[in-house]
């Protein structure tokens, strides 16, 4: 079963913040980003998860909080707004606190939102920025889960040092566990305690959208495991929990 709170951070601290990924590896993305410079800031509740996105030429950077004096505020009335207004499968109610005649910067937004969500959804697109982006997302959605998910905590509290999640020659990412906390982080582990690796964006998506048998990947040594055996046992728990929340 989906916990409607944790789902909606996932979306607001895992999937949002893949927009900078894009803006930064697409040009349709950077045309679109052009159009707007300045904040906008996302509110769920009155103590709900808190999100910033600021956009500045053409460059997206994203805070998991809200930030002083945005230039457009955004406020959900709860976690289900967030995950019908994510998801797409009904409508959902956004209130825009503040900045509402900021045009440019609403406009912004959407289509950037709408261009990820035809980058992640198109089969036969670019495949090594669908890559990329979803590893970002399954990595912070880890994060996410193990800190926010009764179940995946329970799991994750074992847990001590980090989990390094590669694709060869394309991107790395990483989750440090603290056994109370977990936080993700681009780029290479100092001394991971575990690492996953793919030999390419392809594998990695065929993994992932389970058209590649993982067993067959890793004796065609497309998909390799080193390190603590009992925390590979953990990650693959948190991925298969993932799994569910992003359907």
Known sequence: MVDEKVLARV???????CLAIIT???NAAQKIAER????ISFMVGLSG????LTIKDSVLTFVPWKI????????????????RVFSGHAPGFVLPIKGITKINGFLTLIKLLKLMEDILQKDGGNNELKARA??????????????????????????KGSAEIAIRGLDTVHVDFTGETASFHPGNAQDPEFSLTFSSGDVFLGVANDTID??????LEDMTLKGNLHMGQTIDILLDKIGRYLR
Request: proline share 6%.
């Open 49 to 52: 998860p808190r999100a910033t």
């Open 36 to 39: 707007f410079n300045g904040t």
């Open 214 to 219: 993982v067993m067959a990947a890793v004796c």
């Open 134 to 159: 979803m590893l970002h997302i399954m990595a912070r959605a880890m994060a996410v889960v193990a800190v926010h998910e009764k179940e995946s905590r329970t799991h994750a509290q074992h847990l």
């Open 24 to 26: 930064g590896n697409n």
């Open 11 to 17: 979306y607001l601290h895992a999937v949002l913040p």
């Open 68 to 83: 002083p004096r945005p230039d457009i505020t955004l406020f959900f009335l709860n976690d289900k707004t967030v995950n």
